[in-house]
């Protein structure tokens, strides 16, 4: 079974950074590309960034571009977003996932969710 467990969310003041951890077991982590997803008070949980299995290829939601950086480390079997020049619409819980992509989409494909973490920007 795989999981996935988020780290790294808190209380921040716009402007502010964080650096998100998403550690993957039960699976051969190497073999998936992996996503950020990001799910705000009554909205739809939508994706905010993924990167292929080697990381040389990347997506962001528009509204994170150029404030966002997505990575991973394959040897911790961990992917990380790191999070820059927040604004209080960045606050929602963030969940990993593993995704299959194409040039402007990325979509989750496993079907269970981890507990996600919390992200909560201040004005």
């Known amino acids: 079974q795989l999981q996935l467990v988020e780290s790294g969310g808190g209380l921040v003041q716009a402007g502010g950074s964080l650096r998100l951890s998403c550690v993957v077991s039960?699976?051969?982590?190497?073999?998936?590309?992996m996503g950020w997803f990001r799910q705000a008070p009554g909205k739809e949980r939508d994706v905010v960034a993924g990167?292929?299995?080697?990381?040389?290829?990347?997506y962001y939601a528009d509204s994170v571009k150029g404030r966002f950086t997505i990575s991973r480390d394959n040897a911790k079997n961990t992917v990380y977003l790191q999070m820059n020049s927040l604004k209080p619409e960045d606050t929602a819980v963030y969940y990993c996932?593993?995704?299959?992509?194409?040039?402007?989409?990325?979509?989750?494909?496993?079907?269970?969710w981890g507990q996600g973490t919390q992200v909560t920007v201040s004005s």
């Open positions: 996932n593993p995704g299959i992509y194409g040039t402007t989409w990325f979509r989750p494909v496993f079907g269970s």
């Open positions: 039960g699976g051969t982590f190497s073999n998936y590309a």
């Open positions: 990167l292929s299995t080697s990381g040389d290829s990347t």
